[in-house]
Protein backbone atom coordinates (compact mmCIF):
# COMPACT_ATOMS: atom_id res chain seq x y z
CA UNK A 1 0.00 0.00 0.00
CA UNK A 2 1.04 2.94 -1.04
CA UNK A 3 2.19 5.90 1.82
CA UNK A 4 0.26 9.31 1.14
CA UNK A 5 2.81 11.77 2.19
CA UNK A 6 1.93 14.75 4.83
CA UNK A 7 4.36 17.87 3.35
CA UNK A 8 6.22 19.99 5.33
CA UNK A 9 3.60 22.89 3.69
CA UNK A 10 0.84 21.11 4.21
CA UNK A 11 1.49 20.14 8.06
CA UNK A 12 -0.78 21.89 10.64
CA UNK A 13 1.50 19.88 13.61
CA UNK A 14 -1.46 20.85 16.59
CA UNK A 15 -3.80 19.28 14.23
CA UNK A 16 -1.58 16.45 13.48
CA UNK A 17 -0.83 15.62 17.43
CA UNK A 18 -4.61 15.55 17.73
CA UNK A 19 -5.40 13.39 15.12
CA UNK A 20 -3.02 11.02 16.35
CA UNK A 21 -3.55 10.98 19.68
CA UNK A 22 -7.13 10.33 18.49
CA UNK A 23 -6.12 6.92 16.85
CA UNK A 24 -3.59 5.68 19.32
CA UNK A 25 -6.23 5.82 22.00
CA UNK A 26 -8.74 3.96 19.47
CA UNK A 27 -5.79 1.73 18.47
CA UNK A 28 -4.71 0.52 21.47
CA UNK A 29 -8.10 0.54 23.18
CA UNK A 30 -7.66 -0.62 26.79
CA UNK A 31 -4.27 -3.24 26.25
CA UNK A 32 -0.58 -1.76 26.87
CA UNK A 33 2.26 -0.92 24.44
CA UNK A 34 5.37 -0.58 24.66
CA UNK A 35 8.32 1.94 22.91
CA UNK A 36 11.37 2.07 22.64
CA UNK A 37 13.31 5.51 22.80
CA UNK A 38 16.38 6.32 21.41
CA UNK A 39 16.57 9.89 22.24
CA UNK A 40 16.32 11.11 19.00
CA UNK A 41 13.82 13.09 17.16
CA UNK A 42 11.94 10.28 15.62
CA UNK A 43 11.18 8.47 18.86
CA UNK A 44 11.00 11.57 21.03
CA UNK A 45 7.90 12.31 19.07
CA UNK A 46 6.52 9.22 18.82
CA UNK A 47 7.30 8.41 23.00
CA UNK A 48 5.42 12.11 23.69
CA UNK A 49 2.68 11.43 21.28
CA UNK A 50 1.97 7.58 22.85
CA UNK A 51 1.95 9.14 26.76
CA UNK A 52 -0.70 11.95 25.83
CA UNK A 53 -3.08 8.82 24.60
CA UNK A 54 -2.19 6.39 27.02
CA UNK A 55 0.00 7.95 30.31
CA UNK A 56 0.98 4.69 32.31
CA UNK A 57 0.03 2.36 30.10
CA UNK A 58 3.11 2.77 27.47
CA UNK A 59 5.99 1.39 29.28
CA UNK A 60 8.86 3.50 27.25
CA UNK A 61 12.35 1.95 27.32
CA UNK A 62 15.75 2.69 26.60
CA UNK A 63 17.43 0.14 24.96
CA UNK A 64 21.36 -0.16 25.62
CA UNK A 65 22.61 -1.71 23.12
CA UNK A 66 26.07 -0.42 23.75
CA UNK A 67 26.06 1.12 20.50
CA UNK A 68 25.72 4.44 21.87
CA UNK A 69 27.59 7.79 22.01
CA UNK A 70 29.31 8.96 25.35
CA UNK A 71 26.78 9.26 28.45
CA UNK A 72 23.77 9.27 25.99
CA UNK A 73 21.58 6.71 27.98
CA UNK A 74 21.24 8.59 31.29
CA UNK A 75 21.49 12.24 29.31
CA UNK A 76 17.83 11.26 27.53
CA UNK A 77 16.78 9.42 30.50
CA UNK A 78 17.15 11.77 32.51
CA UNK A 79 15.70 14.76 29.81
CA UNK A 80 12.38 12.24 29.44
CA UNK A 81 12.17 12.38 33.74
CA UNK A 82 11.83 16.09 33.43
CA UNK A 83 9.23 16.33 31.11
CA UNK A 84 7.00 13.99 33.95
CA UNK A 85 8.43 10.84 31.24
CA UNK A 86 9.93 7.73 33.34
CA UNK A 87 12.50 5.66 31.01
CA UNK A 88 13.60 2.01 31.80
CA UNK A 89 17.50 1.54 30.30
CA UNK A 90 17.20 -1.75 29.59
CA UNK A 91 20.93 -3.23 29.44
CA UNK A 92 21.06 -5.24 26.45
CA UNK A 93 24.92 -5.37 24.99
CA UNK A 94 25.54 -8.73 25.56
CA UNK A 95 22.69 -9.25 23.27
CA UNK A 96 24.04 -7.29 20.61
CA UNK A 97 27.69 -7.96 20.66
CA UNK A 98 27.03 -12.10 20.47
CA UNK A 99 24.57 -11.07 17.63
CA UNK A 100 27.05 -8.89 15.78
CA UNK A 101 30.19 -11.64 16.09
CA UNK A 102 31.97 -12.45 13.63
CA UNK A 103 29.82 -9.97 10.68
CA UNK A 104 31.91 -7.66 8.79
CA UNK A 105 29.55 -7.12 6.07
CA UNK A 106 27.05 -4.36 6.15
CA UNK A 107 23.70 -5.73 5.60
CA UNK A 108 24.24 -8.43 7.60
CA UNK A 109 25.36 -6.47 10.36
CA UNK A 110 21.89 -4.29 9.72
CA UNK A 111 19.89 -7.48 10.16
CA UNK A 112 22.03 -8.63 12.69
CA UNK A 113 20.97 -5.95 14.62
CA UNK A 114 17.48 -5.86 13.53
CA UNK A 115 16.66 -9.35 14.84
CA UNK A 116 18.40 -8.53 18.03
CA UNK A 117 16.55 -5.95 18.80
CA UNK A 118 13.12 -6.72 17.80
CA UNK A 119 13.38 -10.91 18.19
CA UNK A 120 15.63 -11.31 21.46
CA UNK A 121 15.63 -8.02 23.65
CA UNK A 122 11.82 -6.65 22.45
CA UNK A 123 10.35 -10.01 22.54
CA UNK A 124 11.55 -10.69 25.92
CA UNK A 125 10.21 -7.34 27.22
CA UNK A 126 6.56 -7.76 25.19
CA UNK A 127 6.40 -11.02 26.71
CA UNK A 128 7.36 -10.15 30.12
CA UNK A 129 5.12 -6.84 30.39
CA UNK A 130 2.09 -7.87 28.45
CA UNK A 131 1.85 -5.36 26.13
CA UNK A 132 0.30 -5.70 22.64
CA UNK A 133 1.66 -2.86 20.36
CA UNK A 134 5.16 -1.54 19.70
CA UNK A 135 5.10 1.94 19.06
CA UNK A 136 7.89 3.72 16.49
CA UNK A 137 9.22 6.12 14.66
CA UNK A 138 9.72 4.85 11.29
CA UNK A 139 9.37 7.93 9.05
CA UNK A 140 8.89 7.97 5.12
CA UNK A 141 12.43 8.39 3.94
CA UNK A 142 13.29 5.13 6.01
CA UNK A 143 10.32 2.92 4.00
CA UNK A 144 11.85 4.78 0.74
CA UNK A 145 15.63 3.46 1.03
CA UNK A 146 14.15 0.20 2.09
CA UNK A 147 12.09 -0.03 -0.53
CA UNK A 148 14.36 1.02 -3.16
CA UNK A 149 16.95 -1.52 -1.63
CA UNK A 150 19.80 1.29 -0.81
CA UNK A 151 19.79 0.47 2.82
CA UNK A 152 17.69 -2.00 5.25
CA UNK A 153 16.48 0.36 7.75
CA UNK A 154 16.27 -1.48 10.96
CA UNK A 155 12.80 -0.43 11.50
CA UNK A 156 10.37 -1.38 8.25
CA UNK A 157 8.77 -4.60 7.91
CA UNK A 158 5.43 -4.52 6.35
CA UNK A 159 6.67 -2.76 3.60
CA UNK A 160 8.84 -5.18 3.10
CA UNK A 161 6.35 -8.23 2.74
CA UNK A 162 6.87 -9.15 6.98
CA UNK A 163 4.18 -9.49 9.11
CA UNK A 164 5.55 -8.59 12.69
CA UNK A 165 2.80 -10.07 15.03
CA UNK A 166 3.50 -13.16 13.29
CA UNK A 167 7.10 -13.09 12.78
CA UNK A 168 7.70 -11.19 17.33
CA UNK A 169 4.19 -12.06 18.23
CA UNK A 170 3.09 -8.36 18.63
CA UNK A 171 1.69 -5.58 16.09
CA UNK A 172 3.53 -2.62 15.23
CA UNK A 173 2.09 1.56 15.18
CA UNK A 174 3.67 3.37 13.37
CA UNK A 175 2.55 7.43 13.79
CA UNK A 176 5.18 9.70 11.77
CA UNK A 177 5.31 7.28 8.66
CA UNK A 178 3.65 10.46 6.54
CA UNK A 179 6.44 12.46 7.48
CA UNK A 180 9.61 13.55 6.61
CA UNK A 181 12.31 14.75 8.73
CA UNK A 182 11.61 18.47 8.61
CA UNK A 183 7.78 17.30 9.52
CA UNK A 184 8.97 15.60 12.53
CA UNK A 185 10.85 18.43 13.93
CA UNK A 186 8.10 20.61 13.69
CA UNK A 187 5.88 17.74 15.27
CA UNK A 188 8.86 17.52 18.30
CA UNK A 189 8.47 21.78 18.25
CA UNK A 190 4.70 21.53 18.84
CA UNK A 191 5.43 18.96 21.50
CA UNK A 192 7.34 21.30 23.71
CA UNK A 193 10.08 18.80 23.29
CA UNK A 194 13.80 20.72 24.51
CA UNK A 195 15.10 22.57 21.50
CA UNK A 196 18.32 19.84 21.78
CA UNK A 197 16.08 16.70 20.81
CA UNK A 198 13.76 18.12 17.53
CA UNK A 199 17.18 20.40 16.35
CA UNK A 200 19.39 17.56 16.60
CA UNK A 201 21.49 16.18 13.74
CA UNK A 202 20.01 12.74 12.91
CA UNK A 203 21.93 9.20 14.42
CA UNK A 204 21.25 6.21 12.55
CA UNK A 205 18.95 3.26 14.62
CA UNK A 206 22.11 0.87 14.48
CA UNK A 207 24.29 3.49 16.63
CA UNK A 208 27.89 3.67 16.17
CA UNK A 209 27.82 -0.08 14.65
CA UNK A 210 26.91 1.90 10.81
CA UNK A 211 30.64 3.29 11.79
CA UNK A 212 32.52 0.86 12.00
CA UNK A 213 34.28 -1.07 9.28
CA UNK A 214 34.55 -4.67 9.58
CA UNK A 215 33.87 -6.63 13.40
CA UNK A 216 31.68 -4.50 15.39
CA UNK A 217 33.48 -5.22 18.91
CA UNK A 218 32.99 -3.47 21.89
CA UNK A 219 36.57 -2.53 22.14
CA UNK A 220 36.69 -1.18 18.06
CA UNK A 221 32.64 0.47 19.27
CA UNK A 222 34.93 2.39 22.34
CA UNK A 223 37.78 3.83 19.51
CA UNK A 224 34.31 5.48 17.64
CA UNK A 225 32.68 6.29 20.65
CA UNK A 226 35.76 8.68 21.50
CA UNK A 227 36.36 9.90 18.12
CA UNK A 228 32.44 10.64 17.75
CA UNK A 229 32.54 13.17 20.84
CA UNK A 230 35.52 15.01 19.43
CA UNK A 231 33.83 15.52 15.91
CA UNK A 232 30.71 16.68 17.94
CA UNK A 233 32.40 18.66 20.08
CA UNK A 234 34.50 20.62 16.62
CA UNK A 235 31.44 20.40 14.40
CA UNK A 236 28.26 21.43 16.79
CA UNK A 237 28.29 25.21 15.54
CA UNK A 238 29.63 24.30 11.75
CA UNK A 239 25.61 24.48 10.91
CA UNK A 240 26.02 21.11 9.05
CA UNK A 241 23.43 18.64 8.43
CA UNK A 242 25.79 15.77 10.04
CA UNK A 243 28.74 15.13 10.92
CA UNK A 244 30.56 11.89 12.28
CA UNK A 245 33.62 9.36 12.93
CA UNK A 246 34.13 6.61 10.98
CA UNK A 247 36.54 3.19 11.96
CA UNK A 248 38.19 1.84 9.51
CA UNK A 249 39.11 -1.80 9.22
CA UNK A 250 42.26 -1.73 7.98
CA UNK A 251 45.33 -0.27 10.24
CA UNK A 252 48.25 1.57 8.55
CA UNK A 253 51.87 2.31 9.73
CA UNK A 254 52.04 5.53 11.69
CA UNK A 255 54.96 7.02 13.52
CA UNK A 256 54.90 7.88 17.39
CA UNK A 257 57.73 8.47 19.83
CA UNK A 258 59.99 8.35 16.80
CA UNK A 259 59.10 4.48 16.02
CA UNK A 260 56.77 2.46 14.26
CA UNK A 261 53.22 2.38 15.32
CA UNK A 262 50.96 0.45 13.58
CA UNK A 263 47.55 1.67 14.02
CA UNK A 264 43.53 2.36 13.42
CA UNK A 265 42.31 5.21 10.95
CA UNK A 266 39.12 7.79 11.50
CA UNK A 267 37.56 8.76 9.22
CA UNK A 268 35.52 11.66 9.23
CA UNK A 269 32.55 13.24 7.45
CA UNK A 270 30.14 16.11 7.54
CA UNK A 271 27.59 17.05 5.52
CA UNK A 272 25.06 19.23 3.53
CA UNK A 273 22.05 17.85 3.35
CA UNK A 274 17.94 18.37 3.72
CA UNK A 275 16.62 15.20 3.85
CA UNK A 276 19.63 13.04 3.63
CA UNK A 277 18.57 12.13 0.36
CA UNK A 278 21.25 13.77 -1.51
CA UNK A 279 24.12 15.00 0.40
CA UNK A 280 27.89 17.13 0.08
CA UNK A 281 30.98 17.27 1.87
CA UNK A 282 30.51 20.84 3.75
CA UNK A 283 33.72 22.91 2.82
CA UNK A 284 35.24 23.01 6.54
CA UNK A 285 38.42 25.87 6.98
CA UNK A 286 41.63 23.24 7.12
CA UNK A 287 42.24 25.04 10.56
CA UNK A 288 39.58 23.13 11.45
CA UNK A 289 40.28 20.13 10.13
CA UNK A 290 44.11 20.51 11.80
CA UNK A 291 42.25 20.45 14.92
CA UNK A 292 40.46 17.53 14.51
CA UNK A 293 43.07 15.22 13.44
CA UNK A 294 45.60 16.16 16.01
CA UNK A 295 42.83 15.75 18.82
CA UNK A 296 41.50 12.35 17.63
CA UNK A 297 45.71 11.40 17.12
CA UNK A 298 46.21 11.96 20.58
CA UNK A 299 42.61 11.56 22.67
CA UNK A 300 42.02 8.42 20.74
CA UNK A 301 44.15 5.41 21.35
CA UNK A 302 45.96 3.71 18.55
CA UNK A 303 44.55 5.80 16.02
CA UNK A 304 47.49 7.28 13.40
CA UNK A 305 45.42 8.32 10.43
CA UNK A 306 42.03 11.18 10.14
CA UNK A 307 40.94 11.71 6.80
CA UNK A 308 38.63 13.93 5.67
CA UNK A 309 35.53 12.55 2.82
CA UNK A 310 35.12 14.64 0.17
CA UNK A 311 32.54 12.47 -2.01
CA UNK A 312 28.82 13.57 -2.66
CA UNK A 313 26.19 11.24 -1.76
CA UNK A 314 25.62 9.32 -4.12
CA UNK A 315 27.83 7.60 -4.85
CA UNK A 316 28.31 7.61 -1.26
CA UNK A 317 26.21 7.25 1.42
CA UNK A 318 25.73 9.53 4.83
CA UNK A 319 27.07 6.87 7.10
CA UNK A 320 29.61 3.74 6.41
CA UNK A 321 27.52 0.67 6.40
P1 LIG B 1 22.51 6.87 4.53
O1 LIG B 1 23.73 6.33 5.22
O2 LIG B 1 21.59 5.80 4.03
O3 LIG B 1 21.72 7.65 5.65
O4 LIG B 1 22.85 7.87 3.46
C1 LIG B 1 20.63 8.51 5.40
C2 LIG B 1 20.18 9.07 6.73
O5 LIG B 1 19.55 8.06 7.51
C3 LIG B 1 20.28 7.81 8.72
N1 LIG B 1 20.30 6.36 8.85
C4 LIG B 1 19.35 5.69 9.53
N2 LIG B 1 18.30 6.12 10.27
N3 LIG B 1 17.76 3.88 10.77
C5 LIG B 1 17.51 5.22 10.89
O6 LIG B 1 16.57 5.59 11.58
C6 LIG B 1 18.79 3.36 10.04
O7 LIG B 1 18.97 2.15 9.95
C7 LIG B 1 19.63 4.33 9.41
N4 LIG B 1 20.72 4.21 8.63
C8 LIG B 1 21.11 5.46 8.28
C9 LIG B 1 21.65 8.42 8.49
O8 LIG B 1 22.28 8.80 9.70
C10 LIG B 1 21.33 9.58 7.60
O9 LIG B 1 20.86 10.70 8.30
Known amino acids: MKIKEIKLEELNPQKFIEEKVKEISSNVGNDLAI ?16 HKALGERLKTCFINNGLMREGEPERIVTMFK ?10 SKDAFFNALRNITDPEEKRE ?10 FGKLVKNSGAKYLFQGTILTDVDETVAGIKRQHNVFEQLGIDPEETFGYRIIEPLVQLRK ?8 ALGLHEEIYNRPPFPGPALAARVIGEVRPERVDTVRKATRIVEEELRDSGAFQYLAILHEDKVTGIRDEKRDFGFQIEVRCWESKDARTGRPTRLPYDTLDRLAER ?16 TKPPSTIEAI
Open 35 to 50: NALSGGVDSSVVTMLG
Open 296 to 311: ITTEVPDVVSVTYNIT
Open 82 to 91: NLGINVEIID
Open 112 to 121: AITKAFYKDV
Open 182 to 189: PAVREVAK
